[in-house]
């Protein structure tokens, strides 16, 4: 009984996981399409009428960290090889070097590519399913295991008058009691 609680639960918290996982999906760039869009977009980002400063290793890789490599989406740009992940921490690096902070740098991002280059997106009406479905999930499955079990525990005393099995392993029928 507890297996297909279980079951249950998993089957009913399976499409939310999915439409989660498309909700994040829809701000992702197409990893060709963001390869061939992003270094010719590299020479026009930082402006270079500017004197620019140097950059602390430090901050640069302390911002990387916190930015999704669009290619490799499990890695940060700090950690990434991909070519557009070197690409965009040329890019980060150049705006720093012009005097951007780092919450600028992070807004340009965003408006670039969407909330999912960050790894802690924003509490918005879009993201709102990404933050409170863990949540809602697991209340879901307790609920669904907490009524399997009360349904099962009902089951088995109800069923104790309905008939026994005879030593031939033959079921009897028991009238019910009046």
Not at 31 to 45: G, I, K
Not at 148 to 155: E, L, N
Request: glycine residues 6%; proline residues 6%.
């Amino acid at each position: 009984m507890r297996r297909a609680a279980w079951i249950l639960a998993l089957a009913l918290l399976a499409p939310l996981a999915q439409f989660a996982q498309a909700q994040t999906a829809q701000t992702v760039v197409p990893a060709t399409a963001a390869q061939t869009v992003v270094p010719a977009q590299v020479a026009q980002a930082a402006p270079a009428t500017q004197t620019l400063q140097p950059v602390d290793p430090d901050r640069l890789y302390r911002l990387t960290s916190q930015l999704r490599c669009l290619v490799c989406q499990n890695e940060s740009l700090a950690d990434s090889d991909a070519s557009l992940a070197v690409d965009l921490r040329n890019l980060v690096r150049d705006h720093m070097a012009a005097g951007e902070s780092d919450a600028q740098i992070k807004q340009f991002l965003v408006a670039r590519y969407g909330n999912f280059v960050i790894y802690r997106p924003p509490v918005t009406g879009s993201t709102l399913l990404l933050w409170l479905g863990p949540l809602l999930l697991v209340g879901i499955g307790i609920l669904a295991l907490w009524r399997s079990m009360r349904a099962g525990a009902a089951g088995s005393d109800a069923g104790s008058d309905a008939g026994e099995v005879d030593d031939a392993g033959q079921y009897k029928y028991k009238e019910p009691r009046q």
